[in-house]
């Protein structure tokens, strides 16, 4: 849906990481009109990823190291989670075989 | 430079379980649906009810709803049973993103396995990512509504 989108927003903020920058100054860049990059820095900025703040007449753009550790933290709980979910199935399941012993014990390890 | 190192997301998550290698394996694929949270953890939330990861390079990572919705969440890029996974990771976005998850199993020293998860790339090679992430708050649903809005 929004291919081209993506590759403009990775090359604003690869742009932005290099030097905070105002909307001009990006679009002079970059092969798409100044309210494309608006919107793109619209979206970034609802990611988190960009913070923007007014100096005299310009809104200068830049990455957000917070708002890029949040997401990161986001999945760090998110697979943390995850996996102690995982981590309980498989003890229950090694507890299991270890007590019921033969009983359960399969030949065939095809499937 | 300094501001690359800060955003340069990469998330590491370990656990040793008891089981050996083949069956930690085995349980974390092919029947992710007995352990992954699908509750809280998926697009389609109370609705989903199953996940699959389809075993093969190209395979699909997706989850299901009772009614025969599916929502995808990765494509397996890397299968090695017993030691190794890799999969494109985007749940709720049919997109393809440069975020990736690789999972290893390595014998752990008293016969259980130890599994490494590694999830890097969505600063700057996946924004989308990064945004659908932001939104996951309160969990998947605001994807949901998003990609039901989209349809």
Do not use: C
């Not at chain 1, 927003?9 to 494309?36: D, F, N, T």
């Not at chain 2, 697009?43 to 996940?51: E, G, I, K, N, S």
């Not at chain 2, 700057?124 to 939104?135: F, K, R, T």
């Amino acid at each position: 849906m929004d291919a081209v989108g993506d590759g403009t927003r990775r090359a604003i903020l690869e742009r932005l990481l290099e030097h905070p920058s105002a909307v001009g100054e990006l679009a002079a860049g970059l092969p798409v009109s100044r309210p494309a990059v608006s919107q793109h820095l619209r979206v970034l900025k609802q990611a988190r990823l960009v913070t923007d703040r007014q100096v005299g007449t310009r809104r200068i753009y830049t990455v957000d190291p917070q708002g890029v550790r949040e997401v990161r933290e986001y999945w760090e709980r998110v697979w943390s989670q995850a996996l102690a979910r995982f981590k309980a199935v498989a003890d229950t399941e090694a507890q299991l075989r270890a007590g019921s012993g033969h009983e359960e014990k399969s030949d065939g390890d095809g499937g | 430079m300094v501001m690359e190192a800060d955003v340069a997301l990469e998330v590491r998550a370990s656990v040793t379980v008891a089981l050996p290698r083949e069956e930690a394996f085995q349980l974390f694929t092919e029947r992710i649906g007995s352990w992954w949270p699908l509750a809280t953890h998926s697009v389609f939330h109370a609705d989903a009810v199953a996940v699959t990861i389809e075993p093969v390079v190209g395979g699909r990572v997706y989850e299901a709803t009772g009614d025969g919705r599916t929502s995808d969440w990765g494509t397996i890029t890397e299968w090695q049973p017993g030691e190794r996974l890799a999969m494109t990771w985007h749940p709720g976005d049919e997109s393809d993103l440069a975020t990736l998850v690789e999972v290893t199993f390595s014998e752990a020293p008293d016969g259980g396995t130890d599994v490494d998860l590694l999830h890097t790339g969505w600063a700057v090679h996946g924004a989308e990512a990064a945004e659908q992430a932001a939104d996951y708050q309160d969990g998947w649903v605001p994807v949901l509504e998003r990609f039901v809005n989209a349809a």
